[in-house]
């Protein structure tokens, strides 16, 4: 006998543009957002008896984003996840999760003649701002917040060596190389008991995000890094220390290498190690890094 083991469905890449005037100043302000909203519950038999009456409409899902939207804030993202993972397991009994993910895009005001402009923007970045919220009946709502896109490259800096060699090795040492990555970076939060506990802790959204950005910005640029690994993990610490609310730190780091390109075959033009000006960017295959740290069971206590 063949029996669901996990069941979900839901509305995915809802896209959402919302813009709130100041109507004293002749300020707006604008917020883009892709939602996906997946619910769980008694939903078995419209996937094993072909029973339609436990399923809300995907069509109806994609309408209450919009609703919500217009009757809430859509910023801090975290408290829009929440408000609408909540709407889901109150409205309808038979659903007891609500998986809500939101991906904020980049709209930043343009500067004009030294003075931010009241309603122009520009998009100044593929890095989006994401958030992951799981609203569970009965036992509170879990968001990991995130960065993700964050094209970063510095061009010296970096080094590598000491790793293993053997028949298996063509990879030099370097002790100064370039480094770039496209950053991506979660943070899981403690679990939330339920929508008074996420309003209360509104404020500490917007500081998490703005003090990850900095740290992970920061730590990248300043430091000469022995390794991915090693960068990453001081980069976890620094955001766990900064952030108390927060259990745990990821990252998940595409190295984007950059070769050097030996010339030496047209007159003798030096461009490699330290004469190296002109580089291949490569696509691919590229070694990724991921790592996640977690408050040790001491820290946790203090």
């Not at 809300?56 to 984003?65: G, P």
């Not at 804030?73 to 609408?84: D, H």
């Not at 220390?241 to 259990?247: D, G, H, L, T, Y």
Request: charged share 25%; hydrophobic share 35%.
């Amino acid at each position: 006998m063949a029996s669901i083991a996990a069941a979900r469905y839901g509305k995915d890449n809802v896209r959402v543009y919302k813009v709130e005037r100041d109507e004293k100043t002749g300020v707006q302000t604008v917020t883009e957002m892709t939602v996906t909203v997946l619910l769980e519950g008694a939903i078995d038999v419209s996937y094993t008896k072909a029973d339609n009456s436990v399923v809300v409409a995907t069509d109806s899902i994609k309408n209450t984003v919009y609703i919500k939207a217009k009757e809430n804030p859509v910023t801090p993202p975290e408290l829009f996840a929440s408000i609408l993972g909540t709407h889901f397991i109150e409205t309808y009994p038979h659903i007891t999760t609500a998986n809500v993910k939101v991906v904020t895009h980049r709209w930043t005001r343009m500067t004009i003649d030294g003075k931010p402009h009241p309603h122009s923007f520009y998009r100044d970045g593929n890095e989006t701002r994401n958030v992951e919220a799981k609203i569970t009946k009965g036992k509170g709502i879990d968001i990991r917040s995130g960065i993700v896109g964050l094209l970063v490259l510095k061009s010296t800096g970096s080094q590598f060596h000491g790793f293993v060699r053997d028949s298996y090795t063509t990879l030099p040492e370097v002790w100064d190389r370039i480094l770039s990555t496209d950053v991506d970076c979660g943070w899981s939060w403690k679990r939330f008991a339920g929508m008074n506990a996420v309003r209360a802790a509104i404020p500490k959204f917007d500081n998490a995000w703005i003090d990850a950005r900095t740290i992970t910005m920061k730590t990248f640029a300043e430091e000469n890094s022995p390794s991915v690994q090693n960068t990453m993990y001081k980069m976890c610490g620094s955001i766990l220390e900064a952030v108390p609310e927060v259990e745990n730190v990821d990252y998940s780091l595409p190295n984007k290498h950059y070769f050097e390109i030996d010339l030496s075959w047209h007159e003798g033009l030096k461009n490699t190690g330290k004469n190296a000006e002109v580089y291949a960017p490569q696509s691919g295959p590229n070694g990724l890094i991921q790592l996640t740290v977690a408050r040790s069971q001491k820290s946790s206590k203090l």
